[in-house]
């Protein structure tokens, strides 16, 4: 089962669902001169559709949300603060815009640092996991140690929605 890119099957469950089941996968990054790195990975949010008021796609479809609305398995990013790129992988059928946020690789933890450590930037804006050379997810045993918490940095979503827990941290 390693080193096997994870296929559309896996990415059209719902975004609560494959946050789960993405811890303990493979995040393969292939740089620029060849090399490639690979990294675990530790801590994901769900985003569920247009229905959540902490989804980009709460606010409809617009440019930056586009790829939200197709189907699982493109890279979604976006820039916060002007200096941090968000790493998502869109999950379930188009028109069902749905996401999730990798939060944690390895001991890297913090979306932003994720972004760092990756060096995403708007180019990765609608990858195609599947046939990506540069990025993509490999399988892995399923992990079962796994705890849950709040979404983190979406007050604005009011308490429904800041609080479901839809944070998979992968226990050690």
């Not at 993405?22 to 569920?48: F, P």
């Not at 869109?90 to 060096?119: F, M, W, Y």
């Not at 930037?121 to 079962?144: L, N, Q, V």
């Amino acid at each position: 089962m390693p080193n096997k890119r994870l296929t559309i099957d896996f990415f059209r469950q719902d975004a609560v669902t494959v946050a789960e089941k993405l811890l303990g996968k493979t995040l393969v990054r292939k740089w620029d001169d060849g090399t490639i790195s690979r990294y675990v990975i530790t801590e994901t949010e769900a985003y569920l559709g247009e229905e959540d008021l902490a989804c980009h796609a709460s606010k409809g479809r617009t440019k930056r949300t586009e790829i939200m609305f197709g189907n699982g398995g493109a890279v979604y990013v976006y820039l916060i603060y002007g200096m941090y790129w968000m790493l998502n992988f869109v999950t379930g059928c188009e028109n069902h815009p749905q996401a999730v946020l990798i939060r944690g690789i390895d001991n890297i933890v913090g979306s932003g640092r994720v972004g760092r450590e990756l060096k995403i930037d708007r180019s990765f804006y609608g990858e195609d996991t599947f046939i990506s050379s540069r990025i993509w997810i490999e399988d892995a045993p399923d992990i079962k140690k796994i705890a849950t918490a709040p979404r983190v940095g979406i007050d604005y979503a009011g308490e429904i929605w800041k609080n479901k827990p839809w944070r998979f941290i992968l226990e050690k």
